[in-house]
């Protein structure tokens, strides 16, 4: 099924993040499903994400010519990411297991790529080139290991997308106010109405 790759997909705040929580609903087995189930959203998602995340990438754009064949790695990179940084998010620090399999995931997505990277104010290398889609994501998984951004990493308690609070004052609870913070007030204000009359009735 083709997927809308909207502003509200990437509310994770990086790259990673938003490749991250392409698995909708990882809290609920029976609701779960993968974005990128078919390959050839892998593209689709690296384009959007071209515009979506251009601050991040200093302009660069993203390239996915073979979703099929780069899918091994960038799901790799994709689950160890979550799995590292929700453990993160959930016990204030980093499993060194955890660690050690996402690095090799991201030297998997680094591996036999020509970008150079790392130049100063320029992270993912020359924004006049394309970078493989999954050179950028490794580069967008391992900034996250960066002491400020883990500090900072949040679960969304509606739908359990990872993201980055950039609030001045750290308090931002979900991934995006205007989709999972308006879902909960309304849940809220719906159990609110339900409860209501019972508690008339027996007052």
């Known amino acids: 099924m083709t ?11 990086m790259l990673a993040l938003d490749t991250a929580n392409t698995v909708v609903l990882r809290n609920d087995p029976e609701k ?7 390959p050839a959203e ?3 998602f690296a384009e959007a994400a071209t515009g979506f995340r251009g601050a991040e990438l200093g ?5 996915a010519a073979s979703p099929d064949r ?3 790695v960038v799901l790799s990179i994709r689950e ?6 929700r453990g993160a998010v959930s016990k204030g620090a980093l499993a060194a297991d955890d660690l050690a399999v996402f690095l090799k995931a991201c030297a998997g997505g680094l591996e036999h790529s020509p970008a150079e990277i790392g130049a100063p104010g320029r992270p993912f290398g020359d924004p006049a080139t394309p970078i493989a889609f999954e050179a950028a994501l490794a580069v967008s998984a391992l900034s996250l290991l960066r002491d400020d951004t883990v500090a900072r990493l949040r679960i969304c308690p509606n739908c359990s997308w990872l993201f980055v609070d ?7 609870l979900w991934c995006d106010m205007a989709v999972c913070g308006n879902r909960q007030k309304a849940s809220r204000h719906y159990r609110r109405r339900r409860t ?3 508690e008339v009735k027996n007052a």
Not at 59 to 63: A, D, M
Not at 80 to 85: A, G, M, P, Q, V
Not at 166 to 172: E, I, M
């Open 42 to 44: 892998i593209a689709r």
């Open 166 to 172: 950039r609030s001045r004052n750290s308090s931002r």
């Open 196 to 198: 209501a009359p019972h």
């Open 59 to 63: 302009g660069r754009r993203l390239e």
């Open 3 to 13: 997927v809308s790759w909207t502003p509200h997909r990437f509310t994770g705040g």
């Open 80 to 85: 160890t990411t979550d799995r590292l940084f």
């Open 32 to 38: 779960t499903f993968d974005r990128f189930a078919d």
């Open 70 to 72: 780069i899918a091994p």
